[in-house]
């Protein structure tokens, strides 16, 4: 194998980064590529710093078409859409309703499992080379929940059952042992005391990048419009400059669909907007991130102060914040916590998802010498190093004991 095959790779996220990363452990030469500077806000930014090893279950279940019409009803709900964006979404719909029987539900469920149990210890291979500075909290995260959809909560403790994820079922005054602060509206919970928390995604992903660049990483601030190719060999085309490569990664998290499309492929990325605001200096409050299954929304203590998270909006890339659902979330800190003093730094992110809520890592269908790394949907945080380092694996020609068909793009085709 020659390693010094030199790889280019867009988007300067948690997947991009880790990518990085993990290709020059393989002695692969390294340059990133992103239109903004690492750490801009993107969803590697703004997301709720779980890491969540557990989380295998995703939206695309059984019991959510009932759930949807109550919760795109409710105020208080999760859900919320775009009206001028839903006759763009259509096809996605369709493929996400078929995608909901149970086999569907259990075969995504197994495959994020498959990826999400080698999520930790992928990423402590990176921590052991990065000084954390308390950016990193082992205390657990905790759901909790209110009697009125238990159903959906049966549904969630049995899949995991079944796949064997550990869980921890906690009542009344268990929660209110493990985080006393919170108004006791909640019948039960699940706790996982192995998961973790970050007290800052945008510090820890700048850690990540100056390790990069130590080790002799390029990066360039260039926006990236096309991928072209001479002899097999694919080029990045900036509104400027040509660069060529070996091979490269696409990483460009709910912004690959432009770059998959001009590939030739029909991958039906979306995204699902979600929310954040910060309670400064609130962090005492929590111990750990805590999420209201009910609400649909979660309160991560960061060193920004409380981060409130929430939302799955559907809209697009291009529509602007909606003022409602940043008052959806502040009312909901508000329902969990009590009093609060004003909030600050209102930010919209797009997370990368496809419709059977699978990621895309792997060859592209049409050009061997071009990888895909996105779509991680609501996981992309938790998943960054792992899926760094299989996509590493996989242009290094390494074998796997990993099955990575399922998440070849290949599957919509
Ligand atoms: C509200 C919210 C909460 C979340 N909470 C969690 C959580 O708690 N745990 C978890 O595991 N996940 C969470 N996620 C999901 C997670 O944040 C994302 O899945 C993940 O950050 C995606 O990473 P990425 O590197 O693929 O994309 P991004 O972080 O979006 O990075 C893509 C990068 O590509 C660059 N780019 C795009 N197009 C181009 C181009 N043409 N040329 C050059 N550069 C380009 C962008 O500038 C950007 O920097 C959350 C997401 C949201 C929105």
């Not at 995991?160 to 079922?169: F, P, S």
Request: overall charge positive; hydrophobic content about 35%; proline content about 6%.
């Amino acid at each position: 194998m020659n390693k010094k095959l030199h790889i280019g790779i867009i988007g300067a996220g948690i997947q991009g980064i880790c990518n990085a990363l993990f290709l020059q452990k393989k002695g692969f030469e390294v340059t990133i590529f992103d239109r903004d500077e690492p750490g801009s806000p993107a969803a590697s930014y703004g997301n709720a710093g779980h890491f969540s090893p557990y989380a295998s279950l995703s939206l695309n279940r059984t019991d959510i078409l009932t759930d949807v019409p109550a919760m795109l009803m409710s105020s208080t709900g999760p859900l919320a859409i775009k009206w001028n964006y839903i006759p763009k979404m259509i096809p996605w719909f369709i493929k996400f309703i078929l995608n909901t029987s149970k086999n569907k539900m259990m075969h995504t469920a197994k495959n994020m499992h498959q990826i999400l149990n080698l999520a930790l210890p992928a990423y402590d291979e990176l921590f052991d080379e990065i000084k954390l500075e308390g950016l990193v909290e082992d205390k657990g995260i905790l759901y909790i929940w209110n009697d009125k959809d238990l159903k959906s909560r049966e549904l969630e403790i049995n899949v995991r059952n079944e796949l064997g994820v550990k869980q921890q079922i906690v009542n009344k005054k268990e929660i209110h042992d493990l985080e006393p602060n919170i108004r006791p509206f909640y019948h039960g919970g699940v706790y996982y005391p192995y998961a973790r928390h970050a007290r800052n995604p945008k510090k820890i992903l700048l850690k990540f990048f100056e390790l990069f660049l130590k080790k002799g990483g390029e990066f360039k601030k260039q926006n990236i419009k096309n991928i072209d190719f001479e002899n097999n060999k694919p080029i990045f085309i900036s509104e400027t400059t040509r660069f060529t490569f070996d091979k490269v990664v696409v990483a460009c998290g709910a912004f690959s669909k432009r770059l998959t499309d001009n590939l030739g492929e029909k991958i039906p990325l979306d995204t699902e907007r979600g929310y954040h605001v910060h309670f400064k200096n609130c962090d005492h409050l929590l111990q750990r991130p805590v999420i209201s299954s009910n609400r649909g929304f979660g309160i991560t203590p960061m060193e920004q102060g409380l981060r409130v998270v929430g939302t799955v909006e559907f809209g697009g890339l291009k529509n602007p914040l909606s003022k409602s659902r940043i008052k959806n979330l502040i009312d909901n800190a508000k329902y969990m916590l009590g009093d609060l003093p004003d909030h600050e730094d209102e930010w919209l992110g797009f997370r990368p998802t496809l419709p059977d809520f699978l990621p895309v890592m792997g060859p592209s269908k049409n050009h061997k010498n071009v990888f895909y790394c996105f779509g991680h949907h609501h996981l992309g945080w938790t998943l960054g190093p792992i899926s760094g380092k299989i996509i590493s694996g996989m242009i290094a020609k390494e074998n796997t004991n990993l099955n990575l068909d399922p998440y070849s793009s290949i599957r919509f085709s």
